[in-house]
DNA sequence: GTCTATAAATAGATAGAC
DNA sequence: GTCTATCTATTTATAGAC
């Protein structure tokens, strides 16, 4: 009986699969504990035995939507990392409500969860921001790209609490956007 | 008399000042309308004549957000942008407490605000996708690069409300990492 | 370990005086 | 237009029965 997942195991493992999704899709803010504890098939009451505080869970949360997801990588041996970005920049991946994510990403994203007025003016200033790029970007394609990393790699940075690691990447963004208008 | 400025002008632009470096920093849930109006050296009950609701002021924030940062480009009559990349891209940028930085990646962010149990997680889950990245891709600044392209160009597709601007994007940022890994 | 009931705090929004 | 005071809803967290 030693392999056994015993009932405890079993709920907390219910309630951290709940909350990977609604809190990767929703953000920490917009779900509630009774909201997960319900898809979870439990009470609020019998949070508190399995995580010491909401935040305690987010952060187990982020664990388990990074697991989830990344066992639909291709299990070859190495993966290919420009073939699985093919996957992972596709519209199937921003809209799927019905599989596990991507935490990374869709964790990074106080916009996501707003109302059209906030999302349409957030939709405005990146225009904006591209027709900045393009002044001195002639490629569309190219100022796309630009912005994306610089966006992405400036958002990312903020989020890693290891200042050598979050340095390092802004300097390798900083070369990426050289690499990527080159022939400019 | 035509030119100046009114008081009710003026209130409304000191609390959308004090909104917008509090929002970008902080992030919406964890700023109350309180503290936005005691920044703004004013009290609660003066905001409804000014804003309908939070989430009004919010989209206002983001737009007065992006004046602010933007007024800092260089004023030449063209931005270089893979110069401006420099700056937006460095740790004063990111760190920077004082000045208003770009609403476009600050605002891209459920995991600053959180504690350190989070962004710890956050940073360990970074760092086992970056370990994914290197299987392939041999050059560690690619890969980082690669990693912010996806992650970035991803998160920002999802928070676009204009469906045929978020598929360019993505479609782009898909030849990005292409360009990117060109040598391997 | 899970439940129901409740405490305690926070914050968005409104009312009415000046 | 700005103030103080208040209503109301939400939500985290705890207490105690089973």
Redesign the interface.
Known sequence: MAWQVTHKEQSKDKILTSAAMLFTHH???KISIDQVMEKAELTRGAFYSHFSSK??L???A??KA?QVA?QR?PDNE?????EY??F????A??DDNLQQP???????????Q????????????????IK??E???TDR?Q????A???????????????EP?????????????????EN?
Chains 1, 2 share one sequence.
């Open positions: 953000g920490f803010d935040s305690d987010y952060a187990q982020i664990n990074a990344y990588t190495t993966v290919q990392m420009a970005a093919q992972y920049l596709s519209p991946h921003r991507c935490p990374l990403a869709f964790l990074v994203s106080d916009i996501n707003k109302n059209e007025q906030v999302k349409s003016t957030y939709t405005k200033t990146f225009k904006r921001f900045l790029a002044q001195s970007i394609q100022a796309l790209q630009s994306a990393l610089m966006i992405g790699g400036l958002a990312i940075a903020r989020a890693l609490n290891e690691l979050s340095d390092e990447l802004l300097k390798s963004c900083q070369a990426g956007v050289l690499t990527l208008t400019e």
